[in-house]
């Protein structure tokens, strides 16, 4: 579902797969431990492999965002794959992901 790998500035995650309620609230608890506990800058969340995310996903990724706004690490989505771009576009997230909006 995720890897994680760092630079000592940027944390980075790799999400895969089909994100939805049976994941939200793993992706969610995970990241945002991550994000709190660390030094890290920038969580950075790759979802080109995610193939689809619903609104429970998108969810856990806006209460990750905030989590991490809190501690002082700022998050951005990237590579999203069209599922994602299609939901964060609809949903109006764009701004909040930093995202273009079309």
């Given at each position: 579902m995720y890897e994680t790998s760092n630079d000592g500035v940027t944390l980075r995650a790799a999400?895969?797969?089909?994100l939805d309620l049976r994941d939200a609230d793993e992706v969610r608890d995970n990241l945002?431990?991550?994000?709190k506990a660390s030094t890290y800058q920038v969580l950075q969340?790759?979802?080109s492999e995610v193939t689809l995310m619903d609104s429970y996903a998108l969810g856990a990724l806006v209460s990750v965002?905030?989590?991490?706004?809190a501690a002082g690490v700022?998050?951005?989505?990237v590579n999203p794959s069209p599922p994602?771009?299609?939901a964060i576009q609809v949903t109006g997230?764009?701004?909040v992901f930093g995202l273009p909006t079309e």
């Open positions: 999400l895969s797969g089909e945002a431990a991550a994000a969340i790759d979802v965002r905030n989590t991490a706004a700022t998050v951005t989505l994602v771009a299609k997230l764009s701004d």
